[in-house]
């Protein structure tokens, strides 16, 4: 079982968008386990983003992702990054195929809508920049034996 972190971006929001994604989250089986509304402080969003410190773009992105409130999201399922990942799509919208979260609601590849963790040590590192163990809810949903989920 993996946790993996997502945040729906201000844009997504300001769109009235959560509800559209995170359905598709929850349709492809994933289990909620964290979820909050919150308006990022500068300092975050730049230790979030460090590894992009000193890129040509990377002034605009913590910008664009203070500009408004995102949507936090902690997520659980077997390889639940790839799953996500895959879900979300190409970082263009223009790119990103159909079906994908960004393939069916962007056409930029700055306003995209969402953010996804990467790997397996950055899901780690994000979801405990972002949610407190205690915000985490660890639970198991009736359908997931329905699901194959656990199934051997």
């Known amino acids: 079982m993996e946790r993996t972190l997502v945040f729906i971006k201000p844009d997504g929001v300001h769109r009235r968008a959560v509800g559209k994604i995170l359905q598709r989250f929850e349709d492809k089986g994933l289990k909620l386990i964290g979820l909050k509304l919150a308006q990022l402080s500068n300092e975050l969003v730049n230790r979030h983003y460090a590894e992009h ?77 972002f949610f407190t163990d205690e915000e985490l809810v660890d639970w198991t949903p009736t359908d997931w034996g329905w699901l194959g989920v656990g199934a051997k």
């Open 53 to 129: 410190t000193g890129k040509p773009f990377f002034e605009s992105l913590v910008q664009f992702v203070l500009a408004g409130p995102v949507v936090l999201i902690a997520l659980e399922g077997p390889e639940a990054i790839a799953v996500v990942r895959k879900l979300v799509g190409a970082t263009s919208g223009l790119e990103a195929a159909p079906g994908t979260i960004r393939g069916d609601f962007s056409v930029s590849k700055s306003f995209n809508l969402i953010h996804a963790s990467d790997g397996p040590e950055s899901a780690a590192a994000e979801l405990s920049r």
